[in-house]
């Protein structure tokens, strides 16, 4: 498949921002590689990478250089990382889950039930989410 420019794109290979051209409020203008400035989109931030939004934040003269190349250490930052535990069930079997809130997806079915076993590397937001459940029911009684 070609764009606009006749340049072969390979829509496998999904978006690959080029660039953030400009800033308005918490969207950003992103240049696109491999296709043409009239395809620039307007993009909240939560939708860009945070090593691409950390570079230009840094410093907004960055804003229209390219973006930086994304590192391993960058790639695992990018791992799924938990914002909020929003809810707390026991199953039948006493498996205990969580209502896991995933940084950077809003949409609410994006959330997830974990089981507690998946959240051995955030014990402390698991204790203070069960510290203020506790005080929750405490003032119900």
Known sequence: MKNKDNKEVNKDDGYNIEALIE???SKYLVKWENYPEDENTWEPRASIPDYILQFY???LSR???PAPAQTAEDNEEDAFEIEMILDKRVSKGEKVEY???WKNFDDPVDYT???VDNLE???DMV???EKELEGKLFFQI
Do not use: Q
Request: hydrophobic residues 35%; proline residues 5%.
């Open 63 to 65: 804003l229209g250089k």
């Open 99 to 101: 209502l896991i809130k």
């Open 113 to 115: 039930w974990e089981p």
């Open 57 to 59: 934040e840094d410093d």
């Open 23 to 25: 800033k308005k409020g």
């Open 127 to 129: 204790a203070k989410f």
């Open 121 to 123: 590397d955030v014990k």
